[in-house]
Nanobody, 120 residues
Framework: EVQLVESGGGLVQPGGSLRLSCAASGFTFKLSAMNWARQAPGKTLEWVSHISSGGSVTLYADSVKGRFIVSRDNLKNALYLELNDLQIDDTAMYYC?????????????RGQGTQVTVSS
């Protein structure tokens, strides 16, 4: 059974940074591409970032490009998302998700999420 547990969310001021983590289990993590997604209050789920199984290829939504950095540690079965220069509009529940294949941006198989709130 795929298990994904996100952590690292919190309250941060505009312009601040956070680092989200996702602990993965129940599947061969090093062989799986992964995604991050987010859902703001009253809005639909939004894909944020994708990383290939080996970590060499990363993709970002235009809304976060240049500010967020996705990475992974296949020895630790861990996925990360570094959030920089956070803005009010970045407030959302953030989820990590197992991609079905390379460059797949589906987020149906995801964890419970970690809340990021950007506020002054």
């Amino acid at each position: 059974e795929v298990q994904l547990v996100e952590s690292g969310g919190g309250l941060v001021q505009p312009g601040g940074s956070l680092r989200l983590s996702c602990a993965a289990s129940g599947f061969t993590f090093k062989l799986s591409a992964m995604n991050w997604a987010r859902q703001a209050p009253g809005k639909t789920l939004e894909w944020v970032s994708h990383i290939s199984s080996g970590g060499s290829v990363t993709l970002y939504a235009d809304s976060v490009k240049g500010r967020f950095i996705v990475s992974r540690d296949n020895l630790k079965n861990a996925l990360y998302l570094e959030l920089n220069d956070l803005q009010i509009d970045d407030t959302a529940m953030y989820y990590c998700a197992k991609a079905r294949w390379y460059r797949d941006t589906s987020v149906s198989e995801r964890g419970q999420g970690t809340q990021v709130t950007v506020s002054s």
